[in-house]
């Protein structure tokens, strides 16, 4: 079963679906595809998307409730849902942390977060024991698109050495977010730094770039490595019992 942990399906609360009906449509695509269970991850990002824990499980449980489904026993022609949220890393994200009102994987287990584009943070390995006293391993989303890694991996393997989790964004091998980002993101792939993989769909059009995107991924690692990218490493990674 193909499991994705970034996805932007929870309407009206960030940039990604808008509406009830784009949410469906995109979720119906994604279960065309394989993935019998995706994580809602919308933003959590001081000066962009103010949301928080509270609005955003609410969100959650209206949308649950339309759709007439549950986390647990989705209706047919959907997968299994779940609620996380993608935190923008700065002191708001620690201090959401240190409250215990961060918003992380099902389990527990596991935070979802992101970095500026073009400013790698600094200390960041500091900051990652605050996640580790807090039972949190990190998952980092699309390093591909990060200026510090387009030409060298060692920032990304110091993170991995420091248990933080390496997510690929899938429509990057498909040119979706532009030329230096699939370059990164092939040799990232190649050197085998890569724990899963994800959709990062906003709209109900990303779909199609997704399957390619897997094709294009299987083309690269071969059938299982890639399957294992997508459905078995994404699981371990929910449960706790992750092993790179």
């Not at 030409?151 to 040119?175: C, Q, T, Y």
């Not at 990674?237 to 790179?244: A, F, K, R, S, V």
């Amino acid at each position: 079963m193909r499991i994705d942990l970034h996805c932007h399906y929870l309407p009206g609360v960030d940039d990604g679906v808008r509406t009830l009906a784009e949410s469906q449509r995109l979720l119906v695509g994604l279960a065309s595809l394989g993935y019998g269970r995706v994580i809602a991850t919308p933003h959590i990002r001081s000066g962009m998307f103010e949301n928080r824990r509270p609005g955003l499980e609410r969100a959650f449980d209206e949308l649950v409730a339309l759709l007439g489904t549950s986390p647990d026993t989705p209706q047919a022609g959907l997968p299994r849902l779940g609620l996380a949220a993608e935190h923008y890393f700065d002191d708001v994200f620690v201090g959401l942390v240190a409250a215990r009102e961060a918003l992380p994987y099902p389990g527990g287990k596991a935070v979802l977060v992101e970095f500026h584009y073009e400013l790698w943070p600094r200390g960041i390995e500091r900051q990652l024991f605050r996640l580790e006293v807090a039972g949190l391993a990190p998952v980092l989303a699309h390093p591909e698109r990060y200026r510090e890694l387009e030409k060298r991996s060692d920032a990304l393997e110091s993170l991995l050495d420091n248990g933080v989790r390496s997510l690929l964004d899938l429509m990057s091998l498909v040119g979706k977010y532009g030329e230096r980002s699939r370059r990164t993101a092939e040799r990232l792939l190649e050197e085998g730094l890569y724990d899963a993989a994800c959709s990062d769909c906003h709209r109900p059009e990303d779909v199609e770039h997704v399957a390619r995107a897997i094709e294009r991924l299987r083309s690269l690692l071969g059938s299982e490595d890639a399957e294992a990218l997508l459905g078995a490493n994404p699981a371990a990674i929910l449960d706790g019992t992750y092993e790179p």
